[in-house]
């Protein structure tokens, strides 16, 4: 049954999505945790670090949280997480995508919006890891749009107990059309700044290396200049890169709105109907949810913003409502 959700009330110092959406990442201090680094070795040779916070029995509930696009484990909403689930007495493990860390990943391969066989690795080791403990994940953005097709994929099979996403890029094709329009183009550039960046700093990691193979697998890719949209990214380097024939075959196969029907664990949808980087004729109609879903859509917030309060004392209202609703599905399983 859909758990009663406590409603959001914008900032009124924060009127629109794009203040909304850049107030996190530019104007909050972030929460200063002392976590435990583990680098996870992938069945391929390669790696993700992950960075655990709260407390360590063996029953206690634990979080997997994934962050978005050219973000890391110390991007704002995710630090503000972990350290309300640890004041919940929940752990939290975060989760740095490949090269997202701080160190590039040893091949050429990167994230991106499909990478769910990463999550199944993920969910896998925090299994044998924690085996007595009620297992959940949160994804952001391109974090949850993974997350959700991984649900989708695994169905009934899948181990975790719910999950949530937040501002979700169902429809990469219409969300990257979307992000090239208006004052979005800012977001844009500093996501191909970033993207470009990626690439870059991994082809002089192989270069250093001697890794002679690997460095021509990126060059092969073509130059980086004149990377201006998702369009050209994706198509010029995501979709070679991953095995997808080009970028409308990425977008469709990547989407998460195409999987959503198949999610047999309890779900939660938080999104913004003003998201900057997402038409609403992108959300999902409610025939497309699976019965365990529940869609909270909301008018405002912006894209992972949701700032509520005053400027005094802003109140984050994913970090109130992400752990409160996992508390609350976890009482309804004891």
Same mark, same amino acid.
């Given at each position: 049954? !859909?758990?009663?959700?406590?409603?959001?009330?914008? &900032?009124? +110092?924060?009127?629109?999505?794009?203040?909304?959406?850049?107030?996190?990442?530019?104007?909050?201090?972030?929460?200063? #945790?002392?976590?435990?680094?583990?680098?996870?070795?992938?069945?391929?040779?390669?790696?993700?670090?992950?960075?655990?916070?709260?407390?360590?029995?063996?029953?206690?509930?634990?979080?997997?949280?994934?962050? /978005?696009?050219?973000?890391?484990?110390?991007?704002?909403?995710?630090?503000?997480?972990?350290?309300?689930?640890?004041?919940?007495? +929940?752990?939290?493990?975060?989760?740095?995508?490949?090269?997202?860390?701080?160190?590039?990943?040893?091949?050429?391969? &990167?994230?991106?919006?499909?990478? @769910?066989?990463? *999550?199944?690795?993920?969910?896998?080791?925090?299994?044998?890891?924690?085996?007595?403990?009620?297992?959940?994940?949160?994804?952001? @953005?391109? /974090?949850?749009?993974?997350?959700?097709?991984?649900?989708?994929?695994?169905?009934?099979?899948?181990? #975790?107990? =719910?999950?949530? $996403?937040?501002?979700?890029?169902?429809?990469?094709?219409?969300?990257?059309?979307?992000?090239?329009?208006?004052?979005?183009?800012?977001?844009?550039?500093?996501?191909?700044?970033?993207? *470009? =960046?990626?690439?870059?700093?991994?082809?002089?990691?192989?270069?250093?290396?001697?890794?002679?193979?690997?460095? =021509?697998?990126?060059?092969?890719? /073509? !130059?980086?200049?004149?990377?201006?949209?998702?369009?050209?990214?994706?198509?010029?380097?995501? =979709? !070679?890169?991953? /095995?997808?024939?080009?970028?409308?075959?990425?977008?469709?196969?990547?989407?998460?709105?195409?999987?959503?029907?198949?999610?047999?664990?309890?779900?939660?949808?938080?999104?913004?109907?003003?998201?900057?980087?997402?038409?609403?004729?992108?959300?999902?109609?409610? $025939?497309?949810?699976? &019965?365990?879903?529940?869609?909270?859509?909301?008018?405002?917030?912006?894209?992972?913003?949701?700032?509520?309060?005053?400027?005094?004392?802003?109140?984050?209202?994913?970090?109130?409502?992400?752990?409160?609703?996992?508390?609350?599905?976890?009482?309804?399983?004891?």
């Amino acid at each position: 049954m !859909p758990m009663t959700a406590a409603p959001f009330n914008p &900032a009124r +110092w924060l009127p629109n999505p794009h203040l909304q959406t850049l107030w996190g990442p530019f104007c909050r201090r972030p929460a200063r #945790l002392e976590r435990t680094r583990e680098r996870l070795w992938l069945a391929d040779g390669d790696f993700l670090d992950l960075d655990w916070y709260g407390p360590h029995q063996a029953e206690t509930p634990l979080v997997a949280v994934f962050h /978005g696009l050219t973000g890391s484990s110390d991007s704002h909403y995710v630090l503000g997480l972990q350290a309300r689930l640890a004041a919940q007495g +929940w752990a939290s493990v975060a989760v740095n995508w490949r090269g997202c860390s701080g160190e590039p990943n040893r091949l050429p391969r &990167a994230y991106h919006s499909g990478a @769910s066989d990463d *999550v199944l690795e993920v969910i896998a080791h925090l299994q044998a890891c924690r085996p007595l403990a009620a297992l959940f994940a949160v994804g952001y @953005s391109l /974090g949850g749009n993974v997350l959700l097709k991984y649900l989708g994929e695994t169905g009934s099979a899948c181990p #975790l107990q =719910a999950a949530v $996403a937040v501002s979700v890029p169902f429809r990469l094709d219409e969300c990257a059309d979307r992000i090239g329009e208006g004052f979005s183009r800012v977001y844009q550039n500093h996501f191909m700044r970033g993207l *470009v =960046a990626y690439v870059q700093r991994k082809r002089q990691r192989f270069l250093d290396q001697g890794a002679s193979e690997h460095l =021509a697998t990126l060059e092969r890719l /073509g !130059p980086l200049d004149d990377m201006r949209t998702f369009w050209d990214f994706d198509g010029r380097i995501t =979709a !070679p890169l991953h /095995g997808y024939a080009d970028a409308h075959d990425y977008y469709r196969r990547a989407s998460s709105r195409y999987f959503l029907g198949e999610i047999r664990v309890r779900t939660l949808l938080i999104q913004a109907e003003d998201d900057p980087f997402v038409y609403p004729r992108s959300l999902p109609e409610a $025939a497309e949810l699976s &019965a365990c879903t529940t869609f909270e859509r909301h008018a405002k917030g912006g894209h992972v913003g949701f700032i509520g309060g005053s400027p005094w004392s802003p109140r984050y209202y994913l970090e109130e409502r992400i752990p409160t609703w996992l508390a609350e599905h976890l009482a309804t399983l004891r």
